[in-house]
């Protein structure tokens, strides 16, 4: 099943949703974050968001707080891990080799 | 910008255009608020379906949850054929009016109710800016091992259960327990969930195209704004040797590199005429 971060009673009924699900293993290592038609996403190896549109200045900013969290940020890149093991946030030789 | 619980949800919607009309078949008192949103028409009766059908254009939208109602609709139609729009049929479908519905709308969709989204999120779906890229309903077909999932537009895409691939954590698809959800962005298989963005990058050439552009035009990476600047610069990625490697240069615009050593960083940037810390700018 989808990994769905929790959020607040507030943002939940405000509709957020905050997800890794399955068949991405094409994409690189993310996040999705859901509202109605929107989806936004961050990229878990940079911690940056992966599109300009939407815009992610219409993401709570509570949300990136809660997500960043080193517990869920780490909870996050290990429910990453196992669902895609072939392409795994952190790769053994993650820097540039120069 | 925070959240609480009094907020109003703003959906990024487009307002209904004028002259666009929807026309909801249904005998239910409270669905109709649901759908709100398209400002419906509602029709529970077979004799309101006549100034309906005097007033239908080829962009009139038609959603039906009763099944005596679009056979009284189509009996209803009488003369050279004409369009009358599109129509999402949320019921059993007699697959002998397959023509007719054929020649009467330019689209249609058809599946059961619980194939489909619930009334407001396939109202939002339909009216959605993104609508061609969201699922609003589907149906299995188990003898052919195929789903064919239905857009918002109502162009149908079919694709074969081996697209829907076990993943690491030993979640599989359960092609029995088939529905759609975060209005229109998940198709989900019991427990397995995926996202409808993925599904239409892989089976749809038009919209991988698209994105494919879309990404590397807007993607907000390091490794995407090297891309954009060497772009700019006109270089290949074999232009930053002898002192970075192509393939070191093809790492970090993917992604792959968390920690550019600075070393690596200073030529690059000097390679494209700018200041390391000016890359990520463009």
Redesign the interface.
């Known amino acids: 099943?989808?990994f769905d971060l929790p959020l607040s009673?507030?943002?939940r009924?405000?509709?957020?949703?905050v997800?890794i699900?399955?068949?991405?293993?094409?994409?690189?290592p993310h996040v999705?974050i859901?509202?109605?038609?929107?989806?936004w996403r961050i990229?878990l190896?940079?911690g940056?968001?992966?599109?300009?549109?939407?815009d992610?200045?219409?993401?709570?900013?509570?949300i990136i707080v809660h997500i960043k969290t080193e517990e869920n940020w780490t909870l996050l890149c290990q429910q990453w891990?196992?669902?895609?093991?072939?392409n795994p946030v952190?790769?053994p030789d993650?820097?540039?080799?120069? | 910008?925070?959240?609480?619980?009094n907020?109003p949800?703003i959906?990024?919607?487009k307002p209904v255009p004028a002259g666009r009309q929807m026309f909801l078949l249904d005998k239910t008192k409270r669905r109709p608020e649901r759908f709100s949103l398209l400002h419906p028409q509602v029709v529970s009766t077979a004799g309101g379906l006549r100034d309906s059908l005097a007033r239908a254009t080829k962009d009139t939208l038609w959603v039906s949850y009763e099944k005596d109602l679009t056979e009284a609709l189509l009996k209803s139609v009488l003369g050279p054929p004409r369009s009358l729009g599109k129509a999402l049929l949320i019921h059993a479908l007699n697959p002998l009016s397959i023509p007719v519905l054929t020649s009467c709308f330019k689209r249609f969709a058809s599946a059961s109710n619980k194939e489909f989204l619930p009334p407001d999120e396939l109202a939002?779906?339909l009216q959605?800016v993104?609508?061609s890229n969201?699922f609003i309903g589907g149906s299995v077909d188990p003898t052919n091992r195929t789903i064919t999932l239905w857009r918002g537009n109502l162009e149908p895409l079919t694709v074969p259960f081996s697209?829907?691939?076990k993943?690491?954590?030993g979640?599989e698809?359960n092609f029995d327990r088939f529905s759609v959800t975060?209005?229109?962005?998940?198709v989900r298989f019991g427990?397995?969930?995926?996202?409808a963005?993925?599904?239409l990058?892989?089976f749809d050439p038009e919209y991988r195209r698209h994105v494919s552009k879309?990404?590397r035009q807007?993607?907000?990476?390091?490794g995407a704004s090297l891309r954009r600047l060497r772009k700019q610069r006109g270089l290949r990625r074999e232009d930053f040797e002898p002192k970075?490697?192509a393939k070191?240069i093809a790492?970090?615009e993917?992604?792959?590199?968390?920690?550019?050593?600075k070393?690596?960083l200073n030529s690059i940037a000097d390679r494209l005429q700018v200041r390391p810390e000016e890359i990520e700018t463009y």
């Open positions: 099943m989808p009673a507030a943002l009924k405000a509709r957020w949703k997800k699900r399955e068949k991405e293993n094409r994409e690189p999705t859901i509202r109605g038609t929107q989806a990229n190896r940079t940056e968001f992966m599109d300009r549109h939407p992610p200045a219409d993401v709570p900013g509570e891990d196992e669902k895609y093991p072939t952190h790769e993650d820097n540039d080799g120069e | 910008m925070t959240t609480t619980e907020e949800v959906l990024k919607t939002e779906a959605a993104n609508s969201l697209a829907f691939e993943s690491g954590d979640i698809p975060d209005s229109g962005q998940t427990d397995y969930e995926a996202a963005d993925a599904i990058y892989e879309e990404r807007s993607e907000r990476t390091f970075v490697a070191t790492r970090i993917q992604g792959l590199v968390h920690r550019i050593q070393d690596t």
